[in-house]
């Protein structure tokens, strides 16, 4: 019988950290094997505390190290991988870094699966066909309009049809110095293309600041308002949308696990809910929040800022929605996080981008970038080894 036999992780990070809104800079891959097979994941999540999440010692019943979960079990279908969501979530439930561990495992055993039976993963998810996206372009806000209107028009010279700006001095400074902000990405861009806002939760849950944003953004036509506001202010969201009139709102990145989108969904009057993969829970969770969005009427839309692993992990669980034709597309990750796989996810001829007809997630990292970047890892207590990465590449 197939069984996990394996669980490596690899923390990898550029040689410098810089103290800037970007999560492209360090990583966490998962690789597991089974057998003769192997498949990779990655979690959206600082490395070494979700690291510890593996081999932490257990505090009691209901506080058990993962590991306790995952090595071992059988392996042979989807309803393993769904076995081991729910005695992970049981073994584990008061270890709270336990989803964002969970997610990049989840991804990992579903190529392993993919590639087992040289099928992509949302074949394996019971799709007929994965449809093209559209992507939009995710940068941070220039310093200045200035060189926010030049990053908009190197976009536009790219020939995306739709970009996203945040965080970066949004949200931070002035409402004037933020509408000038948005006009300059608008005049970069140009009438046609989408435009697309992240307030990176600036404003917590207070409502008049947001709303005092809201006239800029009507006057550029945004397609969206993203994350106003932390994950769990359901009442502020509401209140902001019955506000916003033409300015929809986008939100749910912050979600690690499927109730807390379902939640979301629910209760903060969200146009768009936007999953990271590597962070809900893995590709499990973020194809159930995907089922539940399209029976609301929701769009739901990747999160994803770093690799191209990330980005095929994060499409597979809405593949087959013709109506969710967005998706976010990193285009100002760290060389390490563009570097990872030798295997990326292209725009096509018009301009957008199609999943790989290959097994598994059809991206794998390359082990030199690993090599390169990679972090040594070995966690003790009382001189006893839990953890120590693999030196095998």
Wanted: net charge negative.
């Amino acid at each position: 019988m197939y069984r996990i036999d394996s669980v490596d992780f690899f923390y990898l990070a550029m040689p410098e950290i810089r103290d800037i809104g970007d999560g492209s800079q360090d990583a966490l891959l998962v690789r597991v094997r089974s057998g003769n097979d192997e498949g990779w994941g990655e979690c959206e999540a600082s490395p070494l505390v979700t690291m510890a999440a593996w081999c932490t010692p257990m505090s009691h019943s209901a506080c058990k190290p993962v590991s306790a979960s995952v090595l071992g079990q059988p392996l042979r279908d989807a309803a393993d991988i769904a076995r081991v969501h729910q005695l992970t979530r049981a073994q584990s439930l008061d270890l709270l870094q336990t989803d964002h561990l969970l997610s990049g495992i989840d991804i990992a055993l579903w190529d392993l699966l993919g590639r087992r039976h040289q099928t992509p993963v949302h074949a394996l998810l019971g799709m007929d066909k994965a449809h093209p996206k559209i992507p939009y372009a995710s940068q941070l806000f220039g310093g200045t309009p200035q060189e926010t209107l030049e990053k908009a028009r190197a976009m536009a010279t790219h020939g995306y049809q739709a970009v996203k700006f945040g965080w970066g001095p949004y949200g931070r400074a002035s409402v004037r110095e933020d509408r000038d902000q948005v006009h300059a990405a608008r005049e970069g861009l140009g009438p046609d293309a989408r435009l697309l806002i992240d307030a990176g939760t600036v404003w917590d849950d207070a409502i008049e600041e947001a709303a005092a944003r809201l006239p800029a953004l009507r006057e550029v036509a945004v397609t969206w308002l993203e994350e106003p506001f932390v994950s769990a202010a359901f009442s502020a969201y509401r209140s902001l949308a019955h506000q916003a009139d033409a300015v929809p709102l986008a939100g749910g990145e912050g979600c690690h696990q499927a109730h807390q989108a379902i939640n979301m969904m629910d209760h903060a009057a969200l146009r768009y809910i936007q999953i990271d993969t590597g962070r809900v829970g893995g590709i499990s969770s973020a194809h159930r929040v995907a089922q539940e969005a399209r029976a609301r009427g929701v769009t739901f839309v990747n999160h994803t800022f770093t690799t191209h692993l990330a980005l095929s992990a994060s499409l597979q669980p809405y593949a087959d929605d013709p109506h969710a034709v967005l998706c976010e597309y990193p285009v100002e990750a760290s060389p390490l996080a563009s570097s990872l796989t030798d295997q990326t996810l292209k725009l096509d001829a018009n301009g957008q981008v199609l999943l790989p007809d290959a097994p598994g997630l059809g991206v794998a990292p390359n082990m030199e970038i690993i090599r390169r970047y990679h972090q040594p890892v070995l966690i003790e207590v009382a001189g006893r080894r839990l953890l120590q990465t693999s030196s095998e590449f």
